[in-house]
């Protein structure tokens, strides 16, 4: 197909461009806000409280806009390059079989054997061809500025070109004389001075419906004609794409209608997942005879090392979800021997130890506390493989338990136990490097003692109500974004 590529490529430009920068600003959009959730501030800073109070609704209804907006873009331009493309296309056969029915009238005026012509009957088939070109002048829809009858073995016979053509040098340089073989007809166009000019190839029949030549014309189209093709082809591209847009705004308010009711059940249900997990994270404190107060130190410190060191908010939330709940299991060790106040014997330490076992059975159970069984499952796993349950080594201890013990352990030295009074910090410091590469991974225990003097100052021994708060702001923020995808 020849004619609709010209048109068409201006049309497709235009609407290329439209989309192409509106689907550069979506992503250009898109990308910020995926690096502004991955680069997430940590949770207790200022911009992580504001984000939690006003910014995840807020991204929430963005995304829901670029996205609808980027696919309503998508859907339009391909809707309407379709109809752009289809209607070109029929346009296209138009201008052909008008090109093709003004050349059929030269046949009936032309010898019928074109091979051997004498001079006389040349000349008689040159002053057919020009009275033809001169025939069409008055056709203010369309006619040839430029023919020629060739025999059967390609052999040039008769040419003429309108004499008012002052654009003849430009259009006679279409790639003439090679479209000619065969019965089928061809044609190709090209736009000279804003005008639209068709190079038709056509079969010539004798009355008896025998070949005996060919045609080739250059088929001028006037620019008002051509103007009001591109005009209706404009209006009715872009009539589809307006629709489709139309379409997409008003499905904006009811998609968001919709989201708000998910998201505010949801929002629900992750409140009572939380509150779950707290209550379960206080029922084993309890049952153990410590404080919430531990619970709550040993995951603040446990984020702020995995912050450091660079952890995915998922894994952070299954560390939260750790700390709370690493000693699940004991809620089904007996009292005599969680309780017992003095050291337990070999027999009460093995009991002691299924509460791993105990603890990976309950959350395996349930969907939402499944990430939290790296910690639940290896938070007495050492370093050096001489932990238990699995006696795991080194980085086969999953990381986010590594970080977890070194937490809890920093947390146990620097607070008050039953057992003990709080260490200062820097004898604190000294027992962590006594298990440098027994107990701890070195590289985590390194990150510790960085923060270390900060997570001193700001949590050892805390057991103010402020220390519940604190946890709950990091909590929701870092599970807020479950909520908001
Ligand atoms: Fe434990």
Not at 26 to 42: D, R
């Amino acid at each position: 197909m020849g004619c609709p590529s010209i048109p068409a490529i201006v049309l497709a430009a235009v609407i290329v461009l439209i989309i192409g920068g509106s689907f550069g600003m979506y992503m250009a959009n898109l990308y910020k806000t995926v690096s502004a959730a991955k680069a997430a501030p940590p949770a207790d800073s200022d911009q992580g409280k504001r984000q939690l109070r006003w910014g995840r609704p807020g991204i929430l209804r963005r995304q829901l806009a670029e996205r609808l907006g980027f696919g309503g873009l998508a859907i339009a331009a391909a809707l309407g390059g379709a109809v752009l493309w289809s209607d070109l296309g029929r346009i296209d056969k138009a201008l052909l079989s008008l090109a093709k029915a003004d050349a059929a009238r030269l046949s009936p005026g032309l010898p019928e054997d074109l091979e051997a012509l004498d001079a006389e009957a040349r000349s008689a088939v040159e002053d057919r061809l020009k009275a033809f070109i001169t025939a069409g002048s008055a056709n203010p829809d369309g006619r040839f500025a430029v023919a020629s009858i060739y025999d059967l073995h390609h052999r040039l016979v008769a040419d003429s070109v309108a004499p008012d053509r002052v654009e003849a040098a430009d259009v006679l340089s279409f790639p003439r004389h090679r479209a000619i073989g065969g019965e089928k007809a061809w044609h190709t166009a090209r736009l000279v001075s804003g005008q639209l000019y068709l190079l038709v190839a056509t079969p010539l029949y004798r009355p008896d419906g025998k070949q005996n030549g060919w045609f080739e014309g250059i088929y001028h189209l006037p620019r008002p004609i051509l103007s009001r093709i591109v005009v209706v082809e404009l209006r009715t591209t872009m009539l589809v794409i307006v629709a489709v847009l139309a379409t997409t705004a008003l499905l904006y308010p009811v998609i968001s209608g919709l989201n708000h009711g998910l998201f505010t059940r949801s929002q629900a249900l992750l409140q009572a997942n939380l509150g779950t997990l707290e209550a379960l994270g206080s029922a084993i404190a309890k049952r153990d005879s410590d404080t919430n107060s531990h619970n709550y130190r040993v995951a603040l410190i446990a984020v702020r090392l995995a912050e450091a060191a660079g952890l995915q908010r998922q894994q952070v939330r299954a560390l939260i979800k750790g700390a709370f709940l690493h000693d699940l299991g004991k809620l089904a060790i007996p009292d005599a021997v969680l309780l017992k106040p003095a050291r337990l014997d070999e027999a009460e330490f093995a009991v002691m130890k299924t509460h791993v076992a105990h603890g990976l059975d309950i959350v395996n159970h349930l969907d939402w506390l499944a990430d939290a069984a790296d910690v639940v499952g290896c938070h007495h796993e050492w370093y050096d493989g001489s932990g238990y349950p699995r006696g795991l080594k080194g980085e086969e201890i999953p990381l986010i338990a590594r970080i977890f013990s070194i937490a809890d352990v920093f947390d146990a030295l620097t607070s008050r136990r039953p057992y003990k009074v709080p260490f200062p910090l820097d004898k604190a410091v000294d027992l962590l490097e006594q298990g440098r590469g027994t107990h701890f991974d070195p590289r985590l225990l390194d990150k510790l003692l960085e923060l270390a003097p900060r997570l001193y100052a700001d949590l050892a021994g805390r057991e103010d109500a402020g220390l519940e708060s604190e946890l709950h702001a990091v909590t929701q923020a870092y599970f807020a974004e479950t909520v908001f995808g």
